[in-house]
């Protein structure tokens, strides 16, 4: 998606040589017009797929993820990070350890948003190790619901989440995969290499 590319270059800061602060656009800041744009290209990726609901995890996946379930007229859930005083057995709920904030968080949905009628659409912000995602492959898997794949808007495509996915066999749409953040350089992967 060259208009995301675009804010990436433009807005995106390179912190390091794996770190890229997109808070002007999706974590922190968010363009309502922008964001709708990105729900609309996830849509239409996923278009035929049969998505009865979008999964998310707060709280930066909120945003695509909402914008999304507008495009495919469907409702959006998102997993929460905190711990809820909802009784544990009315929650699906996984372990999720960042390698990014190194830190376990637990993450749950209530079992009242998912069940085995769902075929689900998974949007995140940022696909990096791949452990968020995997997550919320768990919490559907408890839910008996379908996966039909994951759409995440920035994929750091020098880190191992798309293989983690891959060996799940679980589709996987990006919609800007970084390549490098080398010597303060942001360089994108072409649709040649992702497709491989
Ligand atoms: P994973 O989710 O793919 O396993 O990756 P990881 O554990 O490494 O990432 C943990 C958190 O850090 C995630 O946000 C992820 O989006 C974010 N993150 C990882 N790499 C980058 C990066 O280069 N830039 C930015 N801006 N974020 C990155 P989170 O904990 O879910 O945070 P939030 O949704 O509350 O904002």
Known sequence: MNSLKQ???????????????V?????????????????????????????????????SGIAPAVMTGLSLGVPVVFARKHKSLTLHEQLYSAEVYSYTKQEANDIAVSKDYLDDHDRV????DILANGQAALGMVNIIDQSG????????????????????????????????????????????????????
């Open 121 to 124: 659409l998974i949007i995140d």
């Open 7 to 21: 804010k990436i270059l433009t807005e995106g800061k390179v912190l390091s040589d794996s770190v890229i602060k």
């Open 23 to 59: 808070d002007a656009f999706l974590n922190h800041q968010v363009d309502p017009t922008f964001m709708q744009l990105i729900g609309e290209e996830f849509s239409k990726r996923f278009t035929g797929s049969g998505i009865t609901k979008v999964l998310t995890l707060e709280s």
């Open 145 to 196: 619901a379908a996966l039909e794949g994951i759409g995440v808007v920035i994929e750091k495509g020098f880190q191992e989440g798309r293989e983690v996915l891959r060996k799940h066999d679980i589709r996987v749409e990006s919609l800007a995969a970084i390549e490098s953040l080398s010597d303060g350089q942001v360089t994108f992967q072409t649709k040649e290499v992702l497709s491989q």
